[in-house]
């Protein structure tokens, strides 16, 4: 979060007027400058809805927001600012990854029909153990910033009362099992054959052919068309990427939301001996966040194919330039030590989303002599995990 929401925060809780939500209303717009829309107060760093309870309670079952209201505002940081007749006021983080459910006017929510609204009682207190409070909503904003609209909305279709699970649990059968494990030696093999540097030259040729297009696109706020942008850039040919290029201005606005036929990786190339799945990744090593790294069914379903790899090739930016390229495999050490499981955050019928530790990706891209080290039963021990959800 950048400083001015910060500012806010600090504001609500130390100096705003209290136990009236008319006053604190008229005071924020005052010094935050806000577009007012129906119920929500927001700017272009973060928005705010304010409720009000008679009670001293820090819960309330308020009607907060719609779902749809809420998917313009997703991308930034969206708080739910509690004014209470006598105490303090609170705030909280309301974000589609923090909500639980979706309770009012929900029986046609589906992935293509956004309908329904949230409760003050849906918004999650506490996140992976992290609680919803101010001290901690960076870690908890960087985590949002690191999932899509799509696999928040799955989850909460799939958590909403009498909904229909929209995607089933993949069980593997026994040869499925078999080859999700052969995929650690599979990797092992691949890193150390000469199609390792051809998939790695390729990568970095296509990089450096829009290098100064990547840095530009390093400036977009947002995580997911900033990354989207540069996954596009690096994977179209030649007459589709001059077209990015030409229009690179008016392309944030274009880009779509979310893809639910979006599968694993950004960039499949076909070898001989293997079908290398490569996910592209942007880290800018100035600014705090989690990066997605994979749906963990869609994970499980590919390397249950007995030729399927999967690579990650990492762009590191810092203030001035690209500093580095890193192609890595999903089961290199230091990866597999700094993935965040969101078990607890899935539906009822999926194994959730995995993340990177931001931090981890930083130190991988600033190795002086990085090595694709996989470490046999750390890896087969992950897949254990994974399958055992």
Same mark, same amino acid.
């Given at each position: 979060?950048?400083?001015?929401?910060?500012? /806010?925060?600090?504001?609500?809780?130390? *100096?705003?007027?209290?136990? &009236?939500?008319?006053?604190?209303?008229?005071?924020?717009?005052?010094?935050?400058?806000?577009?007012?829309?129906?119920?929500?107060?927001?700017?272009?760093?973060?928005?705010?809805?304010?409720?009000?309870?008679?009670?001293?309670?820090?819960?309330?079952?308020?009607?907060?927001?719609? %779902?749809?209201?809420?998917?313009?505002?997703?991308?930034?940081?969206?708080?739910?600012?509690?004014?209470? @007749?006598?105490?303090?006021?609170?705030?909280?983080?309301?974000?589609?990854?923090?909500?639980?459910?979706?309770?009012?006017?929900?029986?046609?929510?589906?992935?293509?029909?956004?309908? !329904?609204?949230?409760?003050?009682?849906?918004?999650?207190?506490? /996140?992976? !153990?992290?609680?919803?409070?101010?001290? $901690?909503?960076?870690?908890? +904003?960087?985590? #949002?910033?690191?999932?899509?609209?799509?696999?928040?909305?799955?989850?909460?279709?799939?958590?909403?009362?009498?909904?229909?699970?929209?995607?089933?649990?993949?069980?593997?059968?026994?040869?499925?099992?078999?080859?999700?494990?052969?995929?650690?030696?599979?990797?092992?093999?691949?890193?150390?054959?000469?199609?390792?540097?051809?998939?790695?030259?390729?990568? &970095?040729?296509?990089?450096?052919?829009?290098?100064?297009?990547? %840095?530009?696109?390093?400036?977009?706020?947002?995580?997911?068309?900033?990354?989207?942008?540069?996954?596009?850039?690096?994977?179209?040919? *030649?007459?589709?990427?001059?077209?990015?290029?030409?229009?690179?201005?008016?392309?944030? =606005?274009? %880009?779509?939301?979310?893809?639910?036929?979006?599968?694993?990786?950004?960039?499949?190339?076909? +070898?001989?001996?293997? *079908?290398?799945?490569?996910?592209?990744?942007?880290?800018?090593?100035?600014?705090?966040?989690?990066?997605?790294?994979? $749906?963990? *069914?869609?994970?499980?379903?590919?390397?249950?194919?007995?030729?399927?790899?999967?690579?990650? /090739?990492?762009?590191?930016?810092?203030?001035?330039?690209? /500093?580095?390229?890193?192609?890595?495999?999903?089961? @290199? #050490?230091? %990866?597999?030590? =700094?993935?965040?499981?969101?078990? #607890?955050?899935?539906?009822?019928?999926?194994?959730?989303?995995?993340?990177? =530790? !931001?931090?981890?990706?930083?130190?991988?891209?600033?190795?002086?002599?990085?090595?694709?080290?996989?470490?046999?039963?750390?890896?087969?021990?992950?897949?254990?995990?994974?399958?055992?959800?």
């Amino acid at each position: 979060m950048n400083n001015i929401c910060k500012d /806010f925060v600090k504001y609500i809780v130390e *100096d705003a007027p209290r136990y &009236n939500k008319s006053h604190v209303e008229e005071e924020a717009l005052r010094r935050y400058n806000f577009i007012r829309d129906r119920k929500v107060y927001h700017n272009q760093y973060f928005a705010v809805r304010f409720s009000y309870s008679k009670s001293s309670s820090d819960s309330f079952s308020n009607t907060v927001l719609s %779902l749809s209201a809420l998917e313009k505002y997703d991308k930034i940081p969206f708080f739910v600012v509690l004014v209470r @007749h006598s105490a303090n006021n609170i705030i909280l983080l309301a974000n589609t990854t923090f909500l639980k459910k979706i309770s009012h006017s929900s029986k046609e929510l589906s992935m293509t029909n956004i309908k !329904g609204s949230f409760n003050g009682s849906d918004i999650m207190r506490e /996140f992976s !153990g992290c609680v919803n409070e101010p001290r $901690n909503f960076d870690y908890l +904003f960087a985590i #949002h910033q690191g999932l899509e609209w799509e696999d928040n909305l799955m989850r909460l279709v799939d958590a909403t009362s009498n909904i229909k699970p929209v995607s089933q649990k993949f069980i593997p059968s026994l040869y499925e099992e078999k080859y999700i494990y052969e995929s650690v030696n599979r990797a092992k093999k691949f890193i150390v054959s000469p199609n390792f540097n051809v998939l790695n030259k390729d990568l &970095n040729e296509r990089c450096n052919k829009c290098r100064n297009e990547i %840095l530009i696109a390093s400036h977009i706020e947002n995580t997911n068309i900033r990354g989207r942008l540069i996954e596009s850039l690096i994977t179209s040919n *030649d007459e589709e990427r001059k077209f990015l290029i030409e229009n690179l201005k008016n392309l944030e =606005n274009a %880009l779509p939301s979310y893809d639910t036929e979006n599968g694993l990786g950004d960039y499949f190339v076909e +070898f001989k001996d293997a *079908d290398t799945y490569t996910d592209i990744k942007t880290k800018v090593i100035y600014l705090n966040s989690n990066p997605k790294a994979y $749906n963990v *069914d869609k994970f499980l379903k590919q390397m249950a194919d007995s030729r399927s790899v999967f690579m990650f /090739f990492f762009i590191g930016i810092d203030e001035n330039d690209i /500093f580095n390229t890193l192609l890595c495999s999903v089961y @290199h #050490h230091k %990866l597999i030590q =700094n993935t965040i499981l969101q078990f #607890h955050w899935a539906g009822r019928s999926t194994r959730g989303t995995a993340q990177f =530790n !931001g931090v981890a990706i930083d130190e991988i891209l600033k190795m002086k002599n990085f090595e694709n080290v996989i470490n046999d039963s750390l890896a087969v021990d992950f897949l254990k995990k994974l399958l055992n959800r």
